[in-house]
């Protein structure tokens, strides 16, 4: 089936799109620096709190599952606004948490409300770009990166200010203030022929998993997820506790893995039309390997902080370049079933994202070598992927 051009294309507001992308780097990185704080304050152990995320994640994916469908069938616009009202609320109760049990609760809560408002986003750039799905993707990518490029260092500022509630205070403002411009601004995609409203939750679903075409770039999409979440999860330990770096010059090193995937989104949307989306992802798989391999290397053989870090900050780009592509390679196959093919991809992003949180835990030494090891299998899974995909269309 061919894409007609959507009219709203040129129209549509990225900037905005992407600020409300922005919520789940936000409610992860923010709070990054401020674990210890909330595991004194609650009286609870690191690893609890470290768990937050996770919880966060699973909160995350079970709502893209359930409002996905619904934006197909009701619309992209009214689940944005549904799902900003929800993040500011549930933010606004974890500045109240005052357990551990409270605060675990509410972030999931929180991950829950505002995939609403996330999940709609692949869909509309789906709805507008079509076959340019992956540059679209790209382009909203590289604005919403900047949160997590400032995030870990305005959560260290308020930090400095405040208390770790006064993060969970701007995860409150922040979605109001984007739901009042989303509210003027935020237009409808959603194609007025569109047929796959008519259709069930369970039936976009059973569409969706009906495609076998998918099911490779299915595995490794969540494989490039578990790798980028594998470093989310450990990148405080490696740089705070093992190399001992202060809280503030940790915000600007995870600046610059941030800084990379700016970089690799802006060169994946001039190049991605000529190129394609499927060699791109090749090309970003094959540095993340390259890349996790030193790693290993400056782990096993002691290499040093610079070569670390150095490493970290290549693998996260090279992860953006496959990632991004891969989802976008997905979506293309669903043009009536955009957001529902959204809440899966998101669904099973984070789902293989909590998992590494309890990988690494099981597999901790004190060091960072479960963190390389984890990463450079994700990766090489990953790869094997796409090797598999090319061996069956050959023999097809």
């Not at 996905?68 to 933010?91: E, H």
């Not at 995609?189 to 059973?206: E, I």
């Not at 941030?258 to 970089?263: D, E, Q, S, V």
């Not at 789902?351 to 990988?359: M, R």
């Amino acid at each position: 089936m061919i894409d007609k051009p959507n009219p709203l294309r040129d129209k549509l507001p990225l900037p905005l799109m992407a600020a409300i992308a922005a919520l789940p780097p936000l409610a992860i990185d923010m709070y990054l620096p401020a674990i210890p704080q909330i595991a004194n304050d609650l009286s609870t152990q690191i690893s609890t709190v470290q768990n937050s995320l996770s919880i966060f994640l699973v909160g995350f994916g079970l709502g893209m599952l359930m409002f996905g469908p619904f934006s197909d069938r009701f619309g992209r616009r009214p689940l944005a606004l549904f799902g900003l009202t929800g993040f500011a609320v549930s933010s606004l109760l974890l500045t109240f948490s005052s357990t551990a049990t409270a605060f675990l609760l509410c972030r999931l809560l929180q991950g829950f409300l505002g995939s609403a408002a996330s999940v709609v986003i692949p869909a509309m750039i789906r709805d507008c770009y079509g076959k340019d799905t992956a540059k679209g993707m790209s382009a909203v990518t590289m604005i919403m990166l900047v949160a997590p490029l400032v995030a870990p260092l305005m959560g260290s500022l308020l930090l400095y200010f405040t208390s770790w509630e006064g993060i969970f205070a701007a995860l409150t403002v922040y979605p109001l203030l984007v739901l009042l411009l989303a509210w003027k601004f935020l237009p409808e995609s959603k194609p007025k022929d569109d047929h796959g409203q008519r259709l069930t939750m369970l039936g976009n679903y059973l569409i969706i998993l009906g495609n076998h075409k998918i099911y490779l770039d299915l595995l490794c999409f969540m494989l490039s997820a578990l790798a980028f979440f594998t470093y989310l999860t450990s990148v405080s330990f490696v740089y705070i506790t093992y190399y001992g770096v202060s809280e503030t010059l940790f915000g600007v090193l995870f600046a610059c893995s941030a800084g990379a995937l700016i970089l690799v989104n802006y060169i994946n949307v001039r190049v991605v039309s000529h190129v394609g989306p499927r060699r791109m992802m090749h090309i970003g798989l094959a540095l993340g390997i390259v890349f996790s391999l030193l790693l290993l290397a400056t782990t096993l053989l002691e290499l040093g902080f610079i070569l670390t870090v150095a490493s970290f900050v290549c693998i996260v780009g090279s992860l953006g370049i496959a990632a991004v592509n891969a989802d976008a390679l997905i979506l293309l196959e669903f043009p009536r079933q955009a957001s529902s093919a959204s809440a899966v991809t998101g669904t099973l992003r984070f789902g293989c994202g909590a998992l590494a949180g309890p990988i690494l835990a099981w597999c901790y030494d004190g060091t960072p070598l479960p963190v390389a090891i984890l990463l450079l299998c994700a990766l090489l899974g990953a790869g094997l992927m796409q090797v598999l995909r090319k061996i069956l269309h050959s023999t097809n």
